[in-house]
């Protein structure tokens, strides 16, 4: 019964590949973030959509794009991965967009580029 | 200067005392802030929230707020071995999503 659930937990993969990591949340929110996590714990929004419309896009890369194909998934598929994409993704949800409103987490996926 | 700072730590405090976590934050225009912790390999869980100066319990936690020093804080009274991870602090600044702090590992010496 996860609130938030991402796949998949582990991904190993090589320069230059391209993969995608699936989010699904069953709490109702409106709103879906992906974060990245660094090895020094820091996470930082990539991107947010609001019912299916991307509102935020923090300077992340093209080679990062969402897709939301409803408000209930945000998926994230990456093209030619570099090094500096190993790092632990999060998929989370909100109830509302803006102030006030919890983040809900999934368990995160971890990203290892070789 | 970072949105959201936190000392990396880690902070080590014997079991049973007080553990005491600080953040600020750069952007007076701020509502909203939270206390998530993260245990090692697992997902970050919200523990606290508060929207106005002052304090807000909540069993053995306590968050503080104070806007006009941009200061909030989280307080943890009878640390437990099982509060050894690290704590995030996130603040909520208009439509954005959530900025988050990079964290203070903490550790309680059983």
């Known amino acids: 019964d996860t609130a938030v659930s991402q796949t998949p937990k582990y991904l190993v993969t090589q320069m230059g590949n391209d993969k995608s990591i699936k989010c699904e949340q069953n709490l109702g929110h409106d709103t879906m973030y992906w974060y990245k996590q660094d090895s020094k714990k820091f996470l930082k929004i990539m991107f947010s959509y609001n019912n299916k419309e991307l509102i935020i896009n923090e300077t992340v890369p093209n080679r990062f794009s969402p897709k939301s194909p409803d408000k209930a998934h945000l998926n994230l598929h990456i093209n030619s991965l570099e090094l500096g994409d190993s790092a632990v993704y999060f998929c989370a949800s909100s109830p509302q967009q803006g102030v006030g409103s919890p983040l809900h987490f999934g368990n995160g996926t971890r990203l290892t580029v070789t | 200067q970072k949105e959201v700072e936190q000392n990396s730590g880690p902070l080590s405090v014997p079991e049973g005392a007080i553990a005491s976590l600080n953040c600020t934050y750069s952007?007076?225009?701020?509502?909203?802030f939270f206390w998530y912790r993260q245990y090692s390999g697992k997902s970050p869980e919200l523990i606290m929230f508060?929207?106005?100066?002052g304090d807000k319990e909540d069993g053995r936690f306590t968050a503080q707020l104070n806007k006009a020093s941009q200061y909030v804080s989280l307080l943890i009274r009878d640390s437990q071995p099982s509060d050894s991870a690290t704590y995030l602090c996130?603040?909520?600044?208009?439509?954005?999503?959530?900025?988050f702090g990079s964290g203070t590992r903490l550790q309680v010496q059983p």
């Open positions: 508060i929207y106005s100066n």
């Open positions: 952007d007076r225009g701020s509502q909203s």
């Open positions: 996130a603040v909520g600044t208009g439509r954005r999503a959530l900025t």
